[in-house]
């Protein structure tokens, strides 16, 4: 059964960086998409980030282009998002997530999602 377990959230000033971490375990990954997803207070769940496990092609929502940079360690069977010049609209619960093919569209469904890890950025 896959797993998902996030880690690496925090309070963190704007400006601020700060490295999610997403452990997979259940099977091998190649041939599946990790995705991560935040969900701030009040508002819709939103794409934030996809890789291709295999591959590693990524795709990014423009909100977080050019300051988040995600990545797997397939020999750790772990995903990161490194969050860089945080902004307080950034502040959410943030997702891991897997699905079967290799989709990195923001719209694709995703079969497994992990608990979720809250990012505090304050102004």
């Known amino acids: 059964q896959v797993q998902l377990v996030e880690s690496g959230g925090g309070l963190v000033q704007a400006g601020g960086s700060l490295r999610l971490s997403c452990a997979a375990s259940?099977?091998?990954?190649?041939?599946?998409?990790m995705g991560w997803f935040r969900q701030a207070p009040g508002k819709e769940r939103e794409f934030v980030s996809s890789?291709?496990?295999?591959?590693?092609?990524?795709r990014y929502a423009d909100s977080v282009k050019g300051r988040f940079t995600i990545s797997r360690d397939k020999a750790k069977n772990t995903m990161y998002l490194q969050m860089n010049s945080l902004k307080p609209e950034d502040t959410a619960v943030y997702y891991c997530?897997?699905?079967?093919?290799?989709?990195?569209?923001?719209?694709?469904?995703?079969?497994?999602w992990g608990q979720g890890t809250q990012v505090t950025v304050s102004s």
């Open positions: 997530a897997t699905r079967v093919g290799a989709v990195l569209s923001p719209t694709a469904d995703y079969q497994y």
């Open positions: 259940g099977r091998t990954f190649d041939g599946y998409t």
């Open positions: 890789i291709l496990w295999r591959g590693g092609s990524t």
